[in-house]
């Protein structure tokens, strides 16, 4: 999705699209697979006044290239979006990470600990039980399945994103659809992207982090059954599990408001959450 902020940033021959707003201390957020940084249009607004917001397509999705040739696992996005951050000149950031945003983001700590100060997991994608089918195992039909993206497919998908369909209007299918009608490699880049969302060792790698990290869960979440946030919050002794008994997948489009607040909240509190304007 263009807008009057959008910009790009080259790396390593990637080309990312990306949108910075506000003043203060820096934040990072990562979406998840299928989306753009389109979901996080509503928690914005509650957060710009107070932190300096970096909201980045990851490689593979919205407007940011799909290279038929490179490695969609969380070791390679998280060293890209590492060395994103590096180019801006950013040193030290919190990382807000929603579904798949939320298992690159806790790669990214993991990687570079010294340079993220906490973070905060949206409905996270950190469990390959999570994923019901791997659609690598039929990749040789990913050219069959563009006829079938369409406005009712989308439909269908926001039906159990949202827990209120209310969330669900023309201008919403039209942007999560966008991509994929524009660019013939997105699909091919969804169904690569599931390899970052297989690594059976990242609960036991994220185990060693010193850092204070928020778990935010939507209890009528479809996609990710809460559980999983219970099990990963119950393994990270430093972590703090806040859940919306109301909201669904994407807790930022459906209560933006309560998700900036417990954001807020968790970052006043966490004495150790130190950041560094750059």
């Known amino acids: 999705m263009i807008t009057d902020k959008s910009k790009y940033c080259s790396v390593d021959g990637v ?27 509503k928690l914005i607004p509650y957060l710009e006044n107070s932190f300096r917001i970096w909201s980045v397509d990851i490689m593979g999705f919205g407007l940011s290239d799909k290279p038929k040739n490179a490695n969609y696992d969380l070791s390679s996005q998280a060293r890209l979006l590492t060395k994103f951050l590096e180019a801006n000149g950013v040193n030290k950031c919190v990382l807000v990470g929603n579904s798949m945003g939320g298992a690159i983001a806790a790669e990214m700590l993991i990687q570079n600990p010294q340079g993220i100060a906490g973070l905060v997991l949206i409905n996270s994608a950190h469990d390959p039980r999570i994923v019901r089918f791997d659609l690598r195992k039929i990749k040789f039909l990913t050219n069959v399945f563009r006829p079938f993206v369409t406005r009712r497919f989308i439909r269908i998908i926001l039906k159990k994103l949202y827990s209120d369909q209310k969330n669900i209007t023309n201008q919403t299918i039209d942007t999560y659809l966008s991509p994929y009608m524009k660019d013939e490699d997105s699909i091919r880049a969804f169904v690569n992207s599931f390899d970052s969302l297989m690594d059976s060792t990242l609960i036991s790698r994220l185990k060693n982090t010193s850092r204070k ?34 909201a669904g997948h994407h807790l930022q489009e459906e209560e933006p408001e309560w998700t900036a607040r417990e954001i807020n909240e968790f970052l006043t509190l966490s004495q150790d959450v130190k950041l560094e304007n750059s």
């Open 15 to 41: 080309r990312l699209h990306y949108t910075e707003q506000g003043r203060g201390e820096n934040l990072l957020l990562l979406h998840g697979i299928g989306a753009s940084i389109y979901c996080w249009r």
């Open 213 to 246: 990290i928020l778990i935010l869960l939507g209890q009528k979440d479809n996609f990710v059954p809460m559980k999983f946030g219970i099990e990963l919050h119950h393994c990270l002794p430093s972590s703090k599990i806040k859940i919306h008994s109301a």
